[in-house]
């Protein structure tokens, strides 16, 4: 399997698959992008540059290490070592009553 083309897909791009693949583009021409280049081979929306160019940013040795160790060692899971922030929705609520400390007393 290509991994550029399951990196793709682990980014919901799989549809840009065909062109990375037509212009021979492999995990060592990753950090050489930019948006010229994505946009040269088909990937017309922005934002997908973006997120293209954000995730290969964040790919270096280490990380490709990781996704062929991830791949070998748990082929039936996921295959790729993500290197992201989770974000996660948080609500705190703070109440103070004015002379509680009085009024508890």
Known sequence: MNTVIEWLAALGLEQYAQA???NDINFDHLA???HEVLQAI???SAGHRMT???AAATLDDEGME???QNTTANPGGSQ???HEA???QL???FCDLADSTELSG
């Open 20 to 22: 990375f693949a037509e």
């Open 32 to 34: 050489s992008l930019d």
């Open 42 to 44: 088909g990937v017309k």
């Open 52 to 54: 293209i160019l954000k």
């Open 66 to 68: 990781t996704i062929e």
């Open 80 to 82: 790729y070592a993500v």
């Open 86 to 88: 989770e974000h996660r």
């Open 91 to 93: 609500t705190v609520m």
